[in-house]
């Protein structure tokens, strides 16, 4: 048995961005930041903040690009895929990247963008297997 899935409740660190695969089907695209505090041996209190790249497929993708904004808050409930790729000067990277199947829109952040129910969501879809999203950037975000 095996299990990969992942739980964030973090701040967008950009608006999602959408983009449609040439058969039609939207993807969308944002950073999320999940942050841990504690204090230290000498009492200092210590923040660390990790960012993870998010993969929204189909509607719930539409979704998030319509009512998520940059410093909204959002649950986010996936699964890990590593992939590489190729930059614009043919340097091999990796990634790592959550492929969300459910996101619940929270209340806290500071997004403008409302949507129209505290826990607006749409239906998850799975992400089409070995289908790279199609975004040419040299970093993906």
């Known amino acids: 048995m095996s299990v990969n899935k992942v739980i964030l409740i973090g701040n967008l660190g950009k608006d999602p961005e959408v983009r449609y695969t040439p058969n039609g089907r939207a993807v969308a695209r944002f950073s999320l930041a999940t942050s841990e505090v ?17 993969i929204v497929w189909g ?4 979704t998030c690009a319509q009512y998520l904004a940059k410093g909204r808050q ?23 990247e959550i492929v969300a199947q459910r996101v619940r829109f929270l209340g806290g952040g500071g997004g403008t963008r ?13 992400a089409p297997a070995g289908q790279t999203p199609p975004f040419d950037d040299d970093i993906p975000f």
């Not at 504690?38 to 998010?54: C, F, L, P, S, V």
């Not at 509607?59 to 539409?62: I, T």
């Not at 409930?77 to 790592?96: A, H, L, Q, V």
């Not at 409302?114 to 799975?126: K, M, R």
């Open 74 to 96: 959002a649950y986010i409930e996936g699964s890990i895929r590593n992939r590489s790729y190729d930059d614009k000067n043919g340097t091999k990277r990796y990634i790592t």
């Open 59 to 62: 509607k719930q993708g539409e």
């Open 38 to 54: 504690w204090n230290d041996a000498e009492g200092k209190r210590q923040e660390r903040t990790e960012w993870h790249n998010i």
């Open 114 to 126: 409302v949507a129209p129910e505290a826990e607006a969501e749409a239906p998850g879809e799975p």
